[in-house]
């Protein structure tokens, strides 16, 4: 597709309830990202792959939180036994290339927003 | 620990007119400063960017300084246009951490006509 896809985009899981986000890149980006934006709050850097590699998960909350990307395309956010901070809009980003510093080049998806009731 | 702030979560202007957005940061180690445009229901677009070597960086309507030893800086935009009607979010990140943002709190511009 032309842009970051996400879906869902909105999710109500009930507290305690496994939910997985699906984010799908722009076709041929090498890099992946995933941030949490709590309401009213900007994004929060979650975890980064390059290709299926992930190199970076310093941002993910706890435990509960795990990412893959196991063909270096199509990633996946899995969140398990949800709590109600949980609730956020999660984005997905990817850039064409390694982690470069222009932040210019980083295209983001419109999010999947999951309520925790 | 904010390393990235705007204090301001609102900011009101009329059409034709200047918008000033600002933006403090504390960590001096950063490369690169971006601002953001988000509408609802959207993810974050990228608008302007400055380098920590530049003090300017001008955009068509949009000019982002920098004031590097008093870790400020600040998006205008000249003239406001009812278009302009976003949450705007400033960012920051490190050389070859280019992905790995730090965002702000970001401010809600509203531009009436």
């Known amino acids: 597709g032309a842009g970051v896809s996400q879906s869902p985009r909105y999710k109500v899981a009930k507290r305690g309830q496994d939910v997985a986000l699906r984010c799908d890149p722009i076709s041929g980006h090498v890099s992946l990202f995933w941030y949490q934006q709590a309401l009213g709050q900007g994004p929060e850097f979650l975890t980064y792959?390059?290709?299926?590699?992930?190199?970076?998960k310093s941002g993910l909350p706890s435990d509960r939180f795990f990412a893959e990307r196991p063909e270096g395309s199509v990633s996946t956010l899995k969140i398990q036994r949800t709590q109600q901070e949980d609730s956020a809009v999660y984005l997905c980003?990817?850039?064409?290339?390694?982690?470069?510093?222009?932040?210019?080049?980083?295209?983001f998806g419109e999010g999947s927003w999951l309520t925790v009731v | 620990d904010q390393q990235v702030k705007q204090n301001s979560p609102s900011l009101s202007v009329q059409e034709g007119r200047i918008s000033i957005l600002n933006c403090d940061y504390t960590n001096s180690m950063f490369d690169y400063f971006l601002w953001y445009k988000k509408y609802p229901a959207e993810g974050p677009t990228f608008l302007i960017s400055i380098s920590s070597i530049k003090d300017k960086n001008e955009d068509g309507r949009f000019t982002v300084f920098l004031n590097k030893s008093a870790k400020h800086l600040s998006l205008h935009i000249v003239p406001s246009q009812p278009g302009d009607s976003a949450v705007y979010f400033c960012a920051a990140n490190r050389y070859n951490q280019g992905g790995k943002l730090i965002f702000g709190q970001g401010t809600e511009l509203s531009v009436k006509p």
């Open positions: 980003a990817s850039i064409p290339g390694s982690n470069s510093i222009s932040g210019n080049t980083i295209y």
């Open positions: 792959f390059q290709n299926e590699a992930q190199l970076d």
